[in-house]
């Protein structure tokens, strides 16, 4: 099956083919012809992903998914959330993110954080959502090459490994993208 992915992320791109295998041939948006930025203006995740898919689908005429992806930390009342990829304000930057995310819990004793990711899915003018989450906490310091976004400073629950120190594999089993991916690609099956 050949789908659209409504990113040009190399790396989500990278993450989302690996946990789908070889059953899906996923195109980028580059690949359909699309280079301007999707909207999203969303005060939710699962708005921004419907947003993007429905753009796409609507622009190209091509079936397609999009994802959001927040970070939610308990000590700032959830926040970056819906806002996280930009939390530091425009151009986007994950270095200037993670230094404003860590700025903030400074002081915070409590670490405790989560991913959420929604996907929406659009297919033969159909809608569906597929979601997952990891819960985790924000480490003091950047720890790992690996990854993007936040993942050098969210160690997962259960690992003494940051998301960006994780193999792609063993990011893709208990990843908040994984996990709705596999919603995802269970469905499409």
């Not at 980028?28 to 999707?38: D, F, Q, R």
């Not at 009342?77 to 930009?86: A, F, I, L, T």
């Amino acid at each position: 099956m050949k789908i659209c992915f409504a990113t040009n992320n190399k790396k989500k791109i990278e993450e989302v083919k690996s946990a789908l295998g070889s059953d899906f041939t996923i195109v980028s948006l580059e690949e359909i012809g699309c280079h301007e930025e999707l909207p999203e203006t969303g005060d939710t995740l699962e708005h921004n992903a419907f947003q993007k898919a429905r753009y796409v689908q609507q622009h190209y005429g091509v079936d397609c998914f999009a994802d959001d992806t927040g970070l939610e930390v308990e000590a700032l009342n959830g926040e970056p959330g819906v806002y996280s990829g930009r939390y530091a304000g425009e151009p986007r930057s994950d270095s200037r993110n993670i230094d404003l995310l860590l700025k903030n819990m400074k002081k915070q004793s409590n670490r405790k954080a989560r991913f959420k990711t929604v996907i929406a899915l659009i297919l033969e003018g159909n809608e569906y959502a597929f979601e997952g989450t990891a819960e985790g906490e924000i480490i003091h310091e950047l720890v790992g090459e690996g990854g993007f976004g936040y993942d050098p400073v969210f160690q997962p629950n259960g690992f003494d490994r940051t998301f960006a120190q994780l193999t792609m594999e063993e990011k893709n089993a208990i990843s908040h993208r994984g996990k709705a991916v596999k919603a995802l690609a269970e469905f499409l099956k």
